[in-house]
Every structure is written in structure tokens, then in C-alpha cells.
């Protein structure tokens, strides 16, 4: 298992899709890192939980992510804020996961919950601006 400074070493870069991208209300937790870009990644689903949106592992047609260049203390605080267990990351709100974008390995917040009766979306972001 690696310890998070070596992970971060390693995958340095963290792949937002909800309330952490640019213009809303949790991006300021981002505000030291650099900005990478914006990507489509095929590989996840997003569900509309309401006030956020949780992400699973499953097959769309492209969600909307933006990617950052994070430090340790950056990630950590990320890891805080999504409920990220490090030594037992099934039983946080959110487990951590590398997903490929086009700028590399990155990490991205995965929901450990159910998601049923929640609205899917397969293709896009999500739309809700809090």
C-alpha cells in the first residue's frame, strides 16, 4: 500500500466532476492547484444525489471532468472533504481510484453508497450550479 506522499508522487493530479469544478461552491479547495484542462471520461457514470453528484464505475457516453495538478496537503484535504477512508476506503462516503485522462493518471472520487432512485447521467456534467 502506497503512503499518500508517495501516491501523490506518483499520480499527482486529481480528476473533478461535481462541486470541486471551477464556478462552484466547493472549487475554493482547489484554488492553490493548477488548472490542467477539461476532459470526457467514458469510463463513469455520475448520479445526481441531490445537493452533489457521486460517481461509479460504469460505462457512458463521456462525463465532463476537469483535471488539477494537486500537492499532498491539497489531496489530503480533498480526501477530508469526500469522506475518504486511506485505510478503509469502502467504508468512506467516497473511495479514490485512478481513472486515465488525456493529461495522465488521475485520481477521482468514486461513491461507495447506493445510488438507487438517483438520476444517471451518461453523457455531459452535472448541471446543477449550487
Not at 43 to 54: A, E, N
Amino acid at each position: 500500500m502506497l503512503t499518500p506522499a508517495l501516491a501523490i508522487q506518483r499520480t499527482p493530479l486529481v480528476a473533478v466532476y461535481g462541486t470541486l469544478k471551477r464556478g462552484l461552491r466547493n472549487h475554493h479547495w482547489l484554488a492553490d492547484a493548477q488548472f490542467l484542462g477539461s476532459d470526457r471520461l467514458n469510463s463513469v457514470t455520475l448520479y445526481d444525489l441531490g445537493p452533489y453528484p457521486g460517481a461509479k464505475t460504469e460505462l457512458s457516453q463521456g462525463i465532463e471532468v476537469e483535471v488539477f495538478r494537486v500537492d499532498t496537503p491539497v489531496l489530503s484535504a480533498l480526501d477530508r472533504l469526500e469522506g475518504y477512508r486511506v485505510r478503509t476506503p469502502k467504508r468512506g462516503d467516497y473511495d479514490r481510484l485512478i481513472h486515465h485522462t488525456t493529461f495522465g493518471p488521475a485520481w477521482l472520487y468514486l461513491y461507495n453508497h447506493s445510488v438507487s432512485g438517483c438520476p444517471a447521467i451518461r453523457e455531459g456534467g452535472w448541471p446543477q450550479l449550487l
